[in-house]
């Protein structure tokens, strides 16, 4: 039976957001011989629409195709379309509004709007908060974020608050819970199940992240892998996991990872 590895990207594959390979991590890539195995990227990435984002890494070395990548980005927009939402006020960054402007969703810079959209924003300032707040308080608008993580490597390889920071910040402020559409959440797990049509206990999840990515796959069935190249530079951080969370292996880079 093939294995679906669903791979993270940034601390699994590259280091951070300046998109340097780990060392091995593109030969690993593209050593997959999709007859045997598949591998597809899932990514929280809010900076990027996805075809740049592909574009990125394809420049770098990875030999990747679109059907290996889905994102937190085109996921939202899946259920924006779906929900018919045709308009948005976005933190987030200039490429995120512009990817919604080019599938017709307006992001406007006041709150009357239909919906929240949460995403990265290295230019957040208090009154991008307290737009989003009157928009969720007093027009009932629906609060959406492409991820929750609490934290990321910037473009200097320095840590820094994630989205999660920025919508735990605004449930508190709103009473109202965001709608996530990125890892750990289900949503995009099963979009791979259903592209690559395989069932979780045949899927190995590798990341960083074992708070989020693997935990998120765990609770699927999935096996997954612990990387040590990105964020978490050692094991300690697996002591506030529950046992069942546990990562079934751990290495300090993809290139130790054997393909089964």
Known sequence: MKKLYLVDIEGTIVKDKSFVPIEGAIDWINSFD????QFVLLSNNTTHKPEDLLEVLKNVGFDIKPENLITCMS???KWLQKKDINSCFVIGSSQLKAYLNENK??????????AVLVGLDSSLDYQKLKVAVNALVKNNATFLALHANRLYKDEIGELSPSVGAVVKALEYSSQKRAKIFGKPKPAIFREALRRFEVKPKDCIMISDDPLSDLRGAKKLGMKTVFVTSGKYKDKNILKSLNKRFQPDWIHRSVKEIRIL
Not at 34 to 37: K, M, P, Q, R, Y
Not at 105 to 114: A, F, G, L, Q
């Open 34 to 37: 999709s007859s045997l195995h």
């Open 75 to 77: 996921a939202a927009l």
């Open 105 to 114: 969703i307006k992001t406007p810079s006041d709150n009357m709007v239909e």
